[in-house]
């Protein structure tokens, strides 16, 4: 099953498109075709969606990373950024309130 499921990825079918409706259609038109067996069907629609959210996940990992990284090159401030520099603040703030007391 590992060698079709390749298969099919060969032919222009990326994982990143698999919903489970999509791909039990391409496993329906397996099933027509003679190439997966009705047993099997359950199985490589599974296999199709994991393999999906998997490679989503990954995609969205490197979306992150590359992002990150070019909001770095162009000295952008980040979440972490202004929220390192609101508690400054608000530290600085504290301090002259003690002091007007």
Not at 17 to 45: D, M, Y
Not at 67 to 83: F, H, P, Q, Y
């Amino acid at each position: 099953m590992f060698e079709l499921t390749k298969k099919i990825f060969c032919l222009g079918l990326g994982t990143l498109t698999f919903t489970k409706e999509k791909a039990e259609q391409v496993v329906n038109e397996l099933i027509k075709k003679g190439e997966v067996k009705r047993e099997e069907a359950a199985n490589l629609v599974d296999e199709l969606v994991k393999r999906g959210q998997k490679e989503k996940e990954n995609l969205k990992e490197i979306i992150n990373h590359e992002v990150t990284k070019i909001l770095g090159e162009m000295n952008i401030a980040t979440k972490v950024d202004i929220k390192h520099l609101e508690d400054k603040i608000k530290l600085l703030e504290d301090k002259i309130a003690m002091k007007s007391e």
